[in-house]
């Protein structure tokens, strides 16, 4: 089965046993469960839903593999003959979850 979520300001098509890098899910810790409600389409073949605009209903459950940072973005600006440069750097918060089982 099939699912359509959104999660963490994106949305991804999943299936069981799916193994996906997201935004960090705030307080969680390696190895918790979290339920995700916005699930927007979910099913197979002619069972297929799709929600206006999430499924009521069903959920899909993922397991957190890992909490990490992502690699460093450098930004670095410049302005030409005003002496102005500025370099900043930016660590990305991720986890990497596990789709466990979808309920639709």
Do not use: C, W
């Not at 940072?69 to 370099?87: L, N, Y």
């Amino acid at each position: 089965m099939k699912a359509t979520i959104k999660t963490q300001g994106q949305q991804f098509t999943v299936s069981e046993g799916d193994i996906l890098t997201v935004n960090r899910y705030p307080g969680t810790e390696k190895g918790s469960t979290v339920e995700i409600k916005d699930v927007l389409a979910a099913g197979e073949g002619a069972a297929y839903k799709v929600g206006t605009p999430v499924l009521a209903g069903a959920s899909v459950s993922v397991k957190i593999l890992e909490n990490k940072r992502g690699d460093k973005v450098i930004v670095f600006k410049k302005k030409k003959r005003k002496g102005m440069e500025r370099k900043r750097g930016h660590r990305q918060e991720l986890s990497v979850i596990k789709i466990e089982s979808i309920k639709a």
